[in-house]
């Protein structure tokens, strides 16, 4: 069965630096696209990163280009998101998830994994 555990949100001041972990189970996660999305207070959940299969192809929304890097460890079955000169509007729950594809991830999440808290202090 497969199964996302998303990792590593706390509380920062702005301009600080924080990454996020998804640990992924389950055999169809090395063919996957993984990614990164949040949900602030109030707002619908967002599209924030992602990455394919290989790492050879990165997707990120205007908001966060250039401040977060996605990468991932095929070894250990996770994806990282690291996250530099935050914002307090970068305040939100982060989920991982899995598609086949980028496409396909921004249209249609096949797998979530549950949230972790990011708060960023003004």
């Known amino acids: 069965q497969e199964l996302l555990v998303g990792s590593g949100g706390g509380l920062v001041q702005a301009g600080g630096s924080l990454t996020l972990s998804c640990a992924a189970s389950?055999?169809?996660?090395?063919?996957?696209?993984w990614g990164w999305f949040r949900q602030a207070l109030g707002k619908e959940r967002e599209f924030v990163a992602a990455i394919n299969w290989s790492g050879g192809i990165t997707d990120y929304s205007d908001s966060v280009k250039g401040r977060f890097t996605i990468a991932r460890d095929i070894s250990v079955n996770t994806v990282y998101l690291r996250m530099n000169d935050l914002k307090p509007e970068d305040t939100a729950v982060y989920y991982c998830?899995?598609?086949?594809?980028?496409?396909?991830?921004?249209?249609?999440?096949?797998?979530w994994g549950q949230g972790t808290q990011v708060t960023v202090s003004s």
């Open positions: 389950g055999r169809l996660f090395s063919t996957y696209t």
């Open positions: 998830a899995a598609s086949p594809t980028i496409t396909e991830l921004r249209s249609t999440v096949q797998y």
